[in-house]
């Protein structure tokens, strides 16, 4: 492998609480983050993810597994002796010193001489684009600010790992779409690899070279974004990220690369046959479509066909629910208003979807 | 007009029993000492702030007399020691007190506040029981085969007794500031590479300076002015100013002098807290 390993855990678990009502925040966790990578931990609130960071920045302690960077184990390492630098959500800038004394602070407490670390200030600011504010107090500063501070002060350390603990969240929508640009700008220039947490999963997609989506305590899958949005492993992969149908199906049979499932009321659906993935005859699958991988098509050339329940026109996109016939599940589709086709349709309308094998992805859990 | 109206009882409060008493100390202490106490309505000296610093000679020039000038500088390096030594254990006491659950915290307040309960007299009689030669301290050390040591009536047992009087004004305003710390900047001081030590010189105990600074001057100002413990626990000699006023306006009937003794207590407080406060100087931050 070219990209080495700048953290490896091993096994890693975390209770919290004593004997019967003890939780389990983390629960056997491995993983590999490579080196100069933009890795997001994705998961609802209370998926183990923010604890997951704090045993990183060494403010938990594991309660079994290894945590090693680059190799070397962390265990027993207090959170100053640790090359590692956190973001956190709050900023927790420090009120009584000026911007300049907050970013210069880690450098100070290396004992870095002083004329070294005004340079360093300087080049930070302007890394962040704060240039003469230095020697404003965080109260005195926008959030947008602050959080640009929070960020200088975490880098001016030229950390290992730089942690961001969902430090977008208390942004407004443009400033967020803004710093998610101005993040990514920031790890590929400072070539630190980021580790980064999040509830957002289209913060995750825009900004990570690598995705863990995480679910009580485990990481249910690792990959790229568009793996992650494409090729989810599980059902709960495909809700969190994106939208998505769910229909329940049954095997029927494999034939010319191509996997056969039927649907309760009898109509079949095509995907592409994963040949890692050997099914039994009749087994119980769950098939995915996203709203946009499917199609509106004439009357007999598609395969499922339902009613319109309601339009949603959205600007960019129109999104259309309707009721499939033989089944009671809703079916959201999501098409472009490239041409206007899909807001011609009113409540009521039948309608016939074709849905491309390609389209299809086959869960089993 | 309302607000005015609103005010009126506060103003009579503090112009009645505050003002009014204050400008009458003044004016006594510009007057002539009567003989069996009292003063000399209407005749005018400076006698009494002469007599702060100076004796007159049989021939009635002026030789420096320090005596009083000791008793001040003696109750203010008592206050000092007082105030330093109840920031010294209330400064932890009110750390851990603020780093505990929040249930938990309520009973560590009303615990402190617990000696309040009893009064003040009683507080410094126990201590007598304690310090005293045969007492309870020395019982243990004479228990434990070491000679007895004479503390009470010294300025060692007022220095204890005004500590524990006053440790209370110290802990509950510096808890007060460290409760209000967010914890997750003691983090960030860590992550930093701040290790225990520099998190509470750089982060800590600035955050808490204005509760430090409060507590302070609850201690360091009444302690000035204590009279009930140096009474106690220093025997009744003049250890303290506050003996010595209350010796002039009793024994001494030198009612002028108790006054202007009071009113140079009054302007060094004024004058010290002055400069504390200019000193530690709110910084740009609180304004906002």
Redesign the interface.
Known sequence: MAESAAIELRGLSKRFGHAQEQVTALDNVSLIIRENEFFTLLGPSGCGKTTLLRLL???EQPSSGELLLEGTSLAGL???RRP???V?Q?Y?????MSVADNIG??LE??GREQAERAQRVQEMLALVKLHGLENR????LSGGQQQRVALA??LA?QPKVLLLDEPLSALDLKLRKEMQIELKRLQLETGITFVFVTHDQEEALTMSDRIAVMQHGQILQIGSPKTIYEQPSRRFVADFIGESNFLEAEYIAANDGWAHFRLPGGVELSALEDPLQGYRNGQKVTLVIRPERASLCDAGSGQLQGVVENVIYLGTDTVVYLRLDGADTLFQLRSQNQYGAATALGVGDHVTLNIAPEAVRVLTD | MKRVGLLLPALFMIGFFMLLPLGLMAYVSFLERGVNGGVVWGSYTAEAYIQFLFERDLDDSLLLNTDYLQIFLRSFTLSCITSLLALLIGFPVALYMALQPKPYRNLLIFLVTVPFWTNLLVRNYAWILLLRNNGLINDLLQGLGLEPLRMLYTPFAIGVGLTYSYLPFMVLPIYASLEKIDLRLVEAAFDLGADRRRALTRVIIPLALPGIIAGTLLVFVPCLGAYVTPELLGGGKSLMIGNLIQNQFGAARNWPFGSALAFVLLGIVLLAMMLYLLRFRRTPEETT
């Open positions: 920045a060494g403010f207090p959170p100053y590692v630098n956190t956190f709050s927790a800038l420090f009120p009584h602070f880690g407490m290396q107090y965080p109260a005195q002060r975490a350390n």
